[in-house]
């Protein structure tokens, strides 16, 4: 049976693997160093087996899916050796990593970069995809039938792109930060008790939501138009918002993790090609 082989178990791992699991083609084999941790993925993924470390010959069927932290990915690849993994499909969910560093780790060219967020485990991911234009179709078609049917594909043209979609997935963060504050405020101000409160904003979130039309820019505008009546409640709302300038706020904080993300595969890139050739520590 091909095997596809989770090398690294953090939250990201965990969001995926269900939906790996559902599609039942593959033996899904766990790697993770720490006998602590992998007690507990025994316990909470029974139907994987986990091991320590890649001690085998991956085959050109299996899948090799790299989830360690890009910090650690030099050391990790080559403590596994090149001679186990130049065979198998590589498909890298780490940021920063280009897929010349990855080739100069694994000599393998059978690579692709995917970058999800953390909503795949709801089936609701925005999955952004790099794929080299040399490899086979029926590598493309691996990757697309793991990750399609836990979310939506955005397929890239050039490498380098992946680095700013993987800043624009923080948007998922910002958008906790602004919901939190408008239930804390429910919350310390107008009495509500925190159980109604979140339940009440889920709400009219899931509603604006609905209201949205995917491929309409223009909706955008006419959900506060249609929200907001002349002289109303909302208006006031929106001019404090105006006020305080929040479209540059989101703007600012946008644009300076997308700097943030180029500057770290930059650095990433330009140590492992430099540290090739030095004694693993």
Known sequence: MKKLIVFGTGHLAKALLPTFLAQSYYQIILIHYNEEVIQQLKQQFPECEVKSKID??????????????PQQA???????????????????????????SLFLLTQNQRIIRVMPNIANSTNNGANAVFINPNLAKQDVEIVKTLFSKSGK?????????????????????????????????????????????MNLMHQIINGSISLLEPDSYQSLSEGCSKAASKGGITEQGIKVLQENDISKIFSQAILSGVAKAQAFQKDLNEEIQKGLNKPLT
């Open 56 to 69: 085998w010959e991956l085959q050109r069927d299996d899948v090799l899916l790299l989830l360690v932290k």
């Open 74 to 100: 030099r050391k990790a690849l080559l403590n596994v050796g090149v001679s186990l993994i130049k065979k198998c499909l590589i498909i890298s969910l780490m940021a920063g990593i280009n897929t010349k």
């Open 153 to 197: 594909l955005y397929e890239l043209l050039n490498e380098e792109e992946i680095d700013v979609f993987a800043a624009i997935l923080s948007c998922s963060a910002y958008f906790y930060i602004a919901l939190k504050g408008m239930v804390d405020t429910l919350i310390s101000h107008l009495g509500f008790d925190p159980l109604n409160a």
